[in-house]
């Protein structure tokens, strides 16, 4: 539950003004009586009443529930003995912070039901002690019925923004690592076989450098061009862990696209509103490597990108005029789509093709790392 100084609003003034004058209300009530048993009953209700419900706000599992039965039966005698109804929004606010779905409802409805009982008996008991703030009674019991819902609901959704953060905060690490794991992958795939040939070809040279020095000029010259390709490679790695954006990667697909006769036509706003940093590297990586497979593999004359946003997603279709892709596109040869798979599965993220008049592939990702109240895939 919620710590005592959860009792009152946190921020508005008018609140607090208004919680403290029905505080003060009792008083006014129990006074008004000519008798002095009648006076010390209400002054011993009254402290009875604050009493339990700071309690209710330290006490946990069932015996919430025992001090809240307590309140709402303080509340009923008030409202007989005194036509004081204004207690019950005190306990409507508790019980708006019961964060247990049950145990919610069911207080929820014991409250309703009791003060409404109450009320009803209360105008055939004295009716003149009720009709002159029927106005004020019917505020009160409005407000027993939609305050316990208002709380409830904005503590449900304050609870869920604060698992969000939580799952970003993951997310981000699993990221972090993923990335880790990519490099490493990369390093082996790339620079290992390549180191393993140098050290074999340098052992060769070692062997023929005296026998047959022609042969061992030419393993050093495989030697240099083999170090001068892993060179490369590094600088590709290197840059390809740096951070790159949507807007920037667009640029430099349209140099590349150019420089292979291919026209680019851009429908969309590249710019996703409000997209958290690891949306764009992933869509950028994946554009990237989409731009790469139109300029190596489709033979198109024509490439057109589209950006659209929506509520829940970011996507990115990447069309082509070229020859398409067989059926079984996953086995295609160095069309690089598994990876656009891989990092798009990490963000729960998806890749769709189609093959019909050239190749189409359509990038989507869930909004969900810009706001994690959201997030759930679209059908196309």
């Known amino acids: 539950m919620h710590s005592w100084y959860s009792i009152f609003p946190k921020n508005p003034w008018l609140s607090i003004y208004a919680w403290i004058i029905f505080c003060l209300l009792p008083f006014f009530f129990i006074f008004r009586s000519s008798s002095l048993i009648e006076i010390t009953i209400g002054i011993v209700l009254l402290v009875l009443f604050f009493v339990s419900y700071r309690l209710s706000f330290k006490a946990k599992s069932g015996i919430v529930y025992m001090w809240l039965s ?7 005698i008030m409202t007989l003995l005194f036509g004081f109804v204004y207690f019950a929004l005190f306990t409507a ?6 964060r247990h779905t049950t145990g919610f409802f069911i207080m929820y409805g014991l409250h309703i039901a009791t003060t409404l009982g109450t009320v009803i008996l209360g105008f055939f008991i004295e009716l003149q002690l009720f009709l002159p703030q029927l106005h004020f009674i019917l505020i009160c019991l409005i407000g027993t019925v939609l305050l316990p819902f208002n709380l409830y609901y904005r503590n449900k959704r304050e609870n869920l923004e604060g698992q969000l953060e939580v799952a970003k905060e993951r997310i981000s690490e699993l990221m972090v690592l993923e990335e880790r794991q990519r490099i490493a992958r990369d390093l082996h795939d790339t620079l ?3 180191l393993s040939l140098i050290g074999l070809k340098s052992d060769l040279v070692g062997k023929l450098i005296s026998r047959d020095p022609k042969r061992a000029e030419k393993e050093l010259l495989d030697i240099r061009q083999t170090a001068s390709s892993m060179l490369n490679e590094v600088r590709d790695l290197v840059s390809d862990m740096r951070s790159t954006n949507i807007v920037n990667e667009l640029t430099r697909g349209e140099q590349i696209l150019q420089a292979a006769d291919i026209k680019l036509i851009v429908n969309g706003n590249p710019t996703f509103a409000a997209s958290s940093p690891l949306i764009e590297n992933v869509l950028s990586m994946c554009m990237k490597e989409a731009i790469t497979n139109v300029v190596k593999h489709s033979y198109a004359s024509l490439c057109k ?6 509520a829940d997603s970011y996507r990115i279709h990447i069309q082509d005029n070229g020859i398409g892709m067989p059926d079984n596109y996953s086995h295609f040869p160095g069309s690089g789509l598994n990876g656009i798979h891989e990092r798009l599965e990490f963000v729960n993220g998806y890749l769709k093709v189609d093959t019909d008049n050239g190749t189409t592939l359509k990038i989507s990702v869930p909004a969900v790392l810009k706001q994690f109240t959201k997030g759930e895939e679209e059908s196309d």
């Open 192 to 194: 290992g076989q390549k």
């Open 70 to 76: 307590f309140e709402m039966v303080i509340n009923i």
């Open 305 to 310: 990108i589209t950006f659209v946003q929506l």
């Open 93 to 98: 606010f508790f019980i708006g912070n019961i």
